[in-house]
């Protein structure tokens, strides 16, 4: 084998050129990723998806207990909201024993569900009549649910057997 001279081996590597090319693509895709994904939304998506869940959960314990004890959970006329404990209940928010509705649901749910964000208008909401209930929740996402429900809050998702009982 004979030597050739002059030549230098081949060096491994990148050069500095080919690395910022890379970068520069590699955050290129990543900034139309964010933009085509926008994970607000995605994020919004979700919530509105459980929302919509726990109020046909909770509809389907209300119903149920309505069949056992003849009248649906709480008193009368008083709203309560997702967010607070009634008066002389223990909690926590969630118990279906003491949470924020009166009235043991336990037989009926594990837990009362709570809004995902459970803050200022983005809680649940439930009043009943004597033999009638309105629960209902603001969505952030599919609004155009809120208002195609048949209830008289345009800005509100609402579920029941008498959509006009909260305001």
């Known amino acids: 084998m004979e030597k050739v001279i002059g030549v230098r081996p081949l060096l491994k ?3 500095l050129v080919e690395l910022i090319v890379v970068v520069a693509l590699v955050s290129m895709i990543a900034s139309l990723s964010l933009v085509a994904l926008n994970p607000a939304d995605i994020f919004a998506r979700s919530r509105d998806s459980k929302r919509l869940s726990d109020l046909a959960f909770l509809t389907n314990a209300f119903e149920r207990y309505n069949i056992d004890n003849g009248v649906y959970p709480d008193s009368a006329a008083i709203m309560r909201v997702s967010s607070s404990l009634p008066q002389d209940q223990t909690g926590p928010l969630q118990s279906a024993s003491s949470g924020w509705i009166v009235g043991d ?6 837990r009362l569900s709570t809004d995902p964000k459970n803050e200022d208008f983005l809680v ?3 009043k009943r009549s ?4 309105e629960l209902d929740c603001y969505l952030e996402y599919y609004k155009e649910k809120s208002q ?10 609402e579920v029941g057997n008498d959509m006009s009982i909260l305001p």
């Open 105 to 110: 649901m336990s037989k009926y749910i594990s």
């Open 124 to 126: 649940y909401r439930y």
């Open 130 to 133: 004597e033999n009638a209930y």
């Open 13 to 15: 590597g990148f050069t």
């Open 148 to 157: 195609a429900d048949g209830g008289n809050n345009a800005e509100r998702f």
